[in-house]
């Protein structure tokens, strides 16, 4: 007998066996695909929240710079009237306790590409006629 043909096991002899069965390769390929998926999945939802924060920090750069806008005109500007002003995408409201200092709120809006959420970014500053002129 040679051993080179079959191989002992616990079980006792069994002819040895070349390449693999059906089975095998089926579940094989079923594990591969369920890992690929996962991987796949996991890289889908890393672009979109790449994108969405992307798209926020667009969003609190163009706040910034209306802001700023807004701070470079005159206290008595038309622009900072008291009231709510209405911007392409978003608005700002100027509100006033005291005649001599006006708070801005500034609101911007976005809808995030391939979904239907709407996201926002605020910001808030207080302007006094001392500080101003």
């Given at each position: 007998m040679?051993?080179?043909d079959?191989k002992?096991?616990?079980?006792g002899?069994l002819?040895?066996?070349r390449?693999?069965?059906l089975v095998?390769?089926?579940l ?5 695909a369920i890992?690929?998926?996962?991987f796949l999945?996991?890289l889908t939802?890393a672009r979109?929240t790449?994108?969405?924060?992307r798209?926020?920090i667009?969003a609190?750069?163009a ?16 622009d ?6 209405t911007l392409s ?12 200092m ?6 911007l809006e976005w809808?995030e590409?391939?979904s239907?959420i709407t996201s926002s970014?605020a910001l ?10």
């Amino acid at each position: 007998m040679r051993r080179t043909d079959s191989k002992w096991t616990a079980l006792g002899f069994l002819p040895c066996r070349r390449g693999l069965t059906l089975v095998e390769i089926l579940l094989a390929a079923g594990i591969l695909a369920i890992v690929i998926t996962g991987f796949l999945v996991s890289l889908t939802v890393a672009r979109r929240t790449a994108a969405m924060a992307r798209n926020e920090i667009n969003a609190v750069a163009a706040a910034r710079q209306k802001m700023e806008e807004l701070l470079l005109c005159p206290f008595n500007s038309p622009d900072l009237s008291v009231g709510t002003h209405t911007l392409s995408n978003g608005r700002y409201t100027v509100s006033s306790t005291n005649p001599a200092m006006k708070t801005i709120d500034l609101v911007l809006e976005w809808c995030e590409p391939l979904s239907s959420i709407t996201s926002s970014v605020a910001l808030q500053t207080t302007i006094t006629t001392t500080l101003h002129e």
